[in-house]
């Protein structure tokens, strides 16, 4: 009888704490909950209440402390990063999938950012979701930076880009620094040649001092496709250079290979984006992640040691640590 009243008592946490996930962190409401949990909106307002009065929810949700053999255990011990794993049912849509992570993404990003304190943002489609669910937190002399330019030859990029910046600005009460460049020259020696002007030295100095940068990843095949890859930066030139390369992703429009590699890839001379040596420095590094087709992305980012945060959806989650097949 001890047994199964432990065991009993077992499944009531973990069903309170999923419950305290959705409702916190993601804004679900019990009646969604209810039915991903197969359970009554009554039956979920008292795991919830379990959840308080446990301690599994005080300021933030959390988990138990020294649960092991955790997803998040498994992804630390393997990849030396920081898990925070968002539950998103297997059957909900990509769409729905990466507005659920970005939810979760805006949340954790808010405490790490504090007064006095440099925000990169290397914009696009993950970015822009994070945006618009930012909840206010007022800091002082603090800034957040583009991290790379947005322009191409259809457009110049500045609203798009502009509008993602203002909101993570607003947010935070931040100064915010524009990079009014093209997102990939034509030549590297206009580029080359810009980088000597002082207005645009002024914000690659600010990029070499960033206290956080975040990112999501970029890849040509990903189900809820990249901004850079729909947005006309590329062309068939392009994407047959990047093939040849073996590339799988890029952040901030700076491409690299499976195994983290990026020196030799062509198209990184021309990319605004800062040197992936520069971001790899940056003392807290978050990366948004949504869906399995990130997969090789994300695997090729933590190879070149991108990332000490990664915000990931729990089936991505699942798929990173599985033994690889074959």
Known sequence: MAVVATESSAQRSRDALRAAQLYYLQDITMETIALELHTSRSSVSRLLSFARESGLVEIQVKSPADRVATVQQQIRERFGVTAHIVPVPNSTNEVDRLERVAVSAARILTPFVDSNMTLG?????????????????????????????????????????????????????????????????????????????????????????????????????????????????????????????????????????????????????????????????????????????????LRGALAADLITDLIVDEATAHLLVEPPRG
């Open 121 to 297: 943002i290397a914009w696009g489609g993950t970015m822009s979701a994070v945006s618009r669910h930012l909840p206010e937190k007022v800091t002082h002399n603090s800034s957040v930076v583009q991290l790379n330019g947005a322009a191409n030859m259809r457009t110049s990029g500045i609203i798009y880009a502009s509008e993602i910046m203002s909101r993570f600005g607003t947010a935070f009460g931040a100064t915010v620094e524009q990079f009014p460049v093209p997102a990939f020259f034509d030549d590297p020696a206009t580029k080359e040649a810009m980088w000597r002007e002082r207005a645009i030295r002024r914000v690659l100095d600010i990029h070499t001092r960033l206290d956080i940068a975040l990112f999501g990843l970029g890849a040509t095949d990903a189900a809820v496709p990249s901004h850079v890859h729909i947005g006309g930066y590329l062309d068939e030139h392009d994407y047959t250079a990047l093939s040849r390369e073996d590339v799988v992703g890029d952040v901030a429009a700076v491409f690299y290979r499976s195994d983290g590699s990026y020196d030799g890839i062509p198209i990184n001379d021309r990319s605004s984006g800062p040197s992936l040596a520069m971001i790899a420095q940056v003392p807290r590094r978050l990366c948004v992640v949504s869906g399995r087709s990130k997969l090789a992305a």
